[in-house]
């Protein structure tokens, strides 16, 4: 699921819109793993609600474990963890500049 795009509803246009403005919300559902860490780390709870019923829990496990490099936050990266329940936590992705 996290190499497909997933189909523009207006729930999920919302939530795009809100937590993607640079960008059109076609654009930021086509990357659904770097959607799904946006939500995760930005996202209220009706938020990720959403990004749950669109993408699945997989989708959203999935990101833990190809996280996209510098869009986790400490705290989400533990919280999100805490929640799948995998331990141990690894360390926080980082994105490497030339």
């Excluded at 995760?40 to 993408?55: F, I, K, P, Y």
């Excluded at 989400?76 to 490497?96: D, E, N, Q």
Aim: a negative charge; hydrophobic letters at 50%; one cysteine or more.
């Amino acid at each position: 699921m996290a190499d497909e795009s997933v189909a523009l509803t207006p729930a999920l246009e919302a939530v795009a819109q809100r937590l993607f403005w640079w960008k059109p919300p076609a654009e930021a559902l086509a990357d659904p793993r770097r959607f799904a860490a946006q939500v995760m780390t930005l996202g209220n709870w009706e938020d990720v609600q959403v990004a749950r019923s669109a993408l699945g829990e997989a989708c959203l496990r999935e990101v833990l474990l190809r996280p996209p490099p510098g869009v986790f936050d400490e705290r989400s990266w533990v919280y999100w963890h805490a929640v799948f329940g995998i331990t141990p936590v690894p360390p926080l992705p980082r994105r490497s500049l030339p």
